[in-house]
């Protein structure tokens, strides 16, 4: 019921910024969560920062006073902030829809789009 495509990553160095973005088709997605994932190498996906139809959102420790997360849902896109970028952020993130409380966030769905990837070096 939604597509994505991701875009805005790239290669920064450690202390950095980028913003990615997701543009979305579908006619729920303003109803729907949202969220950023990310995936390493030979590592979990895991959620980085979700975010509900309401505006609260979630965001792993990690990424805490770093990241933000906000949509623009008459444009059908998500974002992230991301400041002071560090190497362990590096993997490559996907947005989908997600399903979200206030100490969890997992993917509601099965599908992903290609994703966008970022790199941080140090």
């Known amino acids: 019921q939604v597509q994505v495509v991701e875009s805005g990553g790239g290669l920064v160095q450690a202390g950095g910024s980028l913003r990615l973005s997701c543009t979305a088709s579908?006619?729920?997605?303003?109803?729907?969560?949202m969220g950023w994932f990310r995936q390493a190498p030979g590592k979990e996906r895991e959620a980085v920062s979700c975010?509900?139809?309401?505006?609260?959102?979630y965001y792993v420790d990690s990424v805490k006073g770093r990241f933000t997360i906000s949509r623009d849902n008459a444009k059908n896109t998500l974002y992230l902030q991301m400041n002071n970028l560090q190497p362990e952020d590096t993997a490559m993130y996907y947005c989908?829809?997600?399903?979200?409380?206030?100490?969890?966030?997992?993917?509601?769905?099965?599908?992903w789009g290609q994703g966008t990837q970022v790199t941080v070096s140090s």
């Open positions: 579908g006619a729920v997605f303003g109803r729907l969560s």
């Open positions: 989908a829809p997600a399903s979200l409380s206030l100490s969890r966030c997992v993917a509601a769905g099965n599908s």
């Open positions: 975010i509900g139809p309401s505006g609260w959102s």
